[in-house]
Structures are given as C-alpha cells and as structure tokens.
C-alpha cells in the first residue's frame, strides 16, 4: 500500500476484525485511532509505528505505544466491553482463529481452544512421549483432525542452535520450550499456515503450575510469573520466524486479562485443584475428563528435556545448563 504502510498481524476494532486496507485508510486520518486498535500487530505508516497493548507482535517500538520519530505519542490502549470470562475466551479464540492452526497439547488450555475455534490441530513430540497420547485423546473425543510433527531426537540440536541464536534468554526451560516450538512452527510452514494458535498465558493468568499449589504468598508468585510473559512470548515468536510463521495467544487477549485480574487468587488455586476458573469455562465445552485433568508441564510432555538430558550426557557434560552453552 501507500506511504511505507505495514501491517504485521491484525487488527480490531470494536469487536471486529480489520481487513489491511480498512487499518491503511483509518490511519490515513490521524493516529488517535490507534489507541482503540486491539489485536495482534505491528503498524507503521508515514513515519509512524504501533504495538499491539501486550507487544505479542515483535516490532521496533514498545509494546503498547504509538511512536513518531522515535518519540512516543501515544498509547494502545482499547476498551472493549465488559464480559464474563467465558464469552471473553471465546470471543478472543474466535477472533484469531481464521486461516490457523492450533498447537494442541492434549491440556485444559489448547483443548478450550481447539474446541473454541474448530481448526486443524497439531501437536509435537518425540515417539512415546506424553503430549501425542494426549492430544489424540483430546481430538478424538472433538472429533477434530490431528496432525503430528514427530520431534526426531537426532534433530534436537540443530532445533536448539538455531532457536539459541534468536531467543532473547536461555535456560533449560526455555531450551526445551523452544526446540519443541520449532517443530510445531516448522511443521506449520510446511503446511501452509501463517498462525498459530496456542494456550500460552493461561497458567500464569489462572495458576496452573504445580508450585502454585505449595505458595506461602500466591498473590506475589502469580503477579511474578505474568510480568514474565512478555519474555516469554518474545521467545516463543522468535522461533516462529524462523519459519516466517507467528503464535497468536487467545489467553493475551485485553478481555480475558482483564478477567483474570478480577478473579482473587484465591479462588485460581484451591482445594488442590488449579486453574479452577479456567476449567469452569473448559467444561462448558470439553468433556470432564480433558476439563479437569492435570498435565506435565511444557517443557516436558513433549520428551524434549528428557532428550536434553540424554544429549548433555552424551557430550559429557554434567548438567544441561553447561550442555546449552556450547551452542551460545
């Protein structure tokens, strides 16, 4: 289009999704529109640049601001109207689903997903692992198509040089996370998807990891872990273009944070149960057995680590933090 326009993404407004030309022409009348814009995006247009409120799209100006000339100008920052969690879910998958795929681990978070927006699914993991066993499940029971992106073990390292060469941060946690995220992102292009959708964000938002359970002050441990997610979605991204593809996370969206901060996190963990709120919602459209059950966390499910473990003895290093920075 006109002016050095570019749109990375997409864009709402008032509930609706944008078409590229619709974003070219709103922009055309001044920049003060942009602080409405929800969605997924990078913009810039005639010495201006935008991010999306949570900065899901990587892009050369903050998350959340309108920038001219190297200055901010303003702030993305929409209101959309109020809902209850569950029609903010909803909303919020079916608004990003178009033309995705879903990345289904076989978990409450990408089933609601996958149940919601009613795509092709696909999940990754080495042969035996537990996240292939349970997505199958999970599609099975939907009757949903199920692709799989086998990880072949011998493949983990050239997916851990080429991810450690982009993602901001590396820990073991974030090695695994990553090398399983490049098959899934590999798999994608392969395939003709543009978009990802996954669950990344509900365990931070509504307490689902394992720890939380043990928490002295879980008001402090949640607040901790969602300032920790725009890293994390930063890395998620950065192995995603590599295969010029991108993640999109339904759990970001303004609607369903907004929720999730009014919900006590007392009521997110309780009883020994996590993620209470999410799995209400969850059962309304999945049955109980996949609404209330309990999954490994990412980094394992897919047997990643495990085979990190395996690679970092075979080299003959002691642990796998020494193991991951040869490849630094």
Known sequence: MEGGFELVGWVELDGRRLSGSEVFDLVQEGPQIVSRFGGEFFLSWDGFSARDRFGIVPGDCPPGS???DGEVVGVVDPDPPASDLAAAIETAVL???????VALSGGVDSA?????????????????STDPKRARQVADLLNMPLAEAAIDPGRIEEALAEAIAVIPRMTPVDGSIAATLY????????????????????DELFGGYARYLDSEDLASDLERDILGLPAQAARDQAVAGIFGVRFSLPYLDLRVVRNAEEIPPEEKVAGGVRKRPLRVVAALHLPPEIAHREKKAMQYGPGVMREMKRLARRRGFSSVTDYLDTFR
């Open 66 to 68: 309108v920038v001219c």
């Open 95 to 101: 608004l990003r689903s178009k033309g995705a795929v």
């Open 112 to 128: 609601l997903v996958a149940a919601i927006a009613r795509r092709e699914c696909v999940v990754a993991g080495v042969e035996g």
């Open 183 to 202: 098959f899934v992102a590999e798999w994608a292009e392969d395939h003709g998807y543009g978009t990802i959708l996954a669950g990344q964000g509900a």
